[in-house]
T-cell receptor, first 112, second 114 residues
Framework: GEDVEQSLFLSVREGDSSVINCTYT??????LYWYKQEPGAGLQLLTY?????DMKQDQRLTVLLNKKDKHLSLRIADTQTGDSAIYFC????????????FGTGTQLKVEL | NAGVTQTPKFQVLKTGQSMTLQCAQD?????MSWYRQDPGMGLRLIHY???????DQGEVPNGYNVSRSTTEDFPLRLLSAAPSQTSVYFC?????????????FGEGSWLTVV
């Protein structure tokens, strides 16, 4: 998705926090999503945030949304080796349904 | 189990062959869509449908046809496969106005064109 940008790689030590960043361009997005993809597997919805919210926390996951800067972040607390995967942010486009624009994905590597 | 079912999971085609990727959902969702995933590029929308009999193009529609004769099914057809269509394909469905957790993805179809 050319309109949604993410850094390609992130490496962290086990137990540290991970922060994955995303910038998007469609100011009319209603929902923004974070998906996790493990090798050879499909997409797992991790969390999502409605566009009128600034923050959402769900156990180890914290999503921050800055609408002014069109910036979305996902913080994973106490990162574990099982968190190693590719993380995609996505924005809903076109006013409804499941038309999503995805970022290129950030590969998270968790080292011991 | 309710959800989105894609078949086949794996397929190898020769250049020029045709095939259909099947997608079915049993949640009575109006919206269905097809994405392809290529390395380093995330998922890109191929075609989508807002209801039976209605389809439209997404970001990368060339080389693919779709139809939506029923609410449940949304097949993706490759009429003459090309190596550039080697990819992982995902089907998704949702309600007309989805809340955050009501977009459902299939498990993916891995297609290789040689």
């Amino acid at each position: 998705g050319e309109d949604v940008e993410q850094s390609l790689f992130l490496s962290v030590r086990e137990g540290d926090s991970s922060v994955i960043n995303c910038t998007y361009t469609d100011s009319s997005s209603t929902y923004l999503y974070w998906y996790k993809q493990e090798p050879g597997a499909g997409l797992q919805l991790l969390t999502y945030i409605f566009s009128n919210m600034d923050m959402k926390q769900d156990q180890r996951l914290t999503v921050l949304l800055n609408k002014k800067d069109k910036h979305l972040s996902l913080r994973i607390a106490d990162t574990q080796t099982g968190d190693s995967a590719i993380y995609f942010c996505a924005e809903s486009i076109g006013g409804g349904g499941n038309k999503l624009t995805f970022g290129t994905g950030t590969q998270l590597k968790v080292e011991l | 189990n309710a959800g989105v079912t894609q078949t086949p999971k794996f397929q190898v085609l020769k250049t020029g062959q045709s095939m259909t990727l099947q997608c079915a959902q049993d949640m009575n969702h109006e919206y269905m869509s097809w994405y392809r995933q290529d390395p380093g590029m995330g998922l890109r929308l191929i075609h989508y449908s807002v209801g039976a009999g209605i389809t439209d193009q997404g970001e990368v529609p060339n080389g693919y046809n779709v139809s939506r004769s029923t609410t449940e099914d949304f097949p993706l057809r490759l009429l003459s496969a090309a190596p550039s269509q080697t990819s992982v394909y995902f089907c998704a469905s949702s309600e007309r106005v989805p809340t955050g957790n009501t977009i459902y993805f299939g498990e993916g179809s891995w297609l290789t064109v040689v």
